[in-house]
């Protein structure tokens, strides 16, 4: 089976940093996009930013300017570093993987289970 784990997430004052990890391992052939997800309670769930397998990236407009999304394909990872945090910010942030697990190389989706995010004004 495939997991994806985050880490990074906490709280931290608002105009200041942190940065998310995550760690795909298990069955895994190779992995496409990945990418950062987050919801807030009773907010819709928004996506942040993507990268694809080359290092193409894409960001919400919420965010841009703000945060960077990385990858090291060697070790399975996608990061998110997080610069002048806002209150808004404050979210359950997912991290997901397109991957294929065999050579017959049909991408599917994994998610992982979210960290906390929280910034204070």
């Known amino acids: 089976q495939v997991h994806l784990v985050e880490s990074g997430g906490g709280l931290v004052q608002a105009g200041g940093s942190l940065t998310l990890s995550c760690a795909a391992s298990?069955?895994?052939?190779?992995?496409?996009?990945m990418g950062w997800y987050r919801q807030a309670p009773g907010k819709q769930r928004e996506l942040v930013a993507t990268?694809?397998?080359?290092?193409?990236?894409n960001y919400a407009d919420s965010v841009k300017g703000r945060y960077t999304i990385s990858r090291d394909n060697a070790k399975n990872t996608v990061y998110l570093h997080m610069n002048s945090l806002k209150p808004e910010d404050t979210a359950v942030y997912c991290c997901?993987?397109?991957?294929?697990?065999?050579?017959?190389?049909?991408?599917?989706?994994?998610w992982g289970q979210g960290t906390q995010v929280t910034v204070s004004s």
């Open positions: 997901y993987a397109e991957l294929a697990t065999s050579c017959v190389e049909q991408w599917d989706d994994y």
């Open positions: 298990g069955s895994i052939f190779s992995i496409n996009a």
């Open positions: 990268i694809s397998r080359v290092g193409n990236t």
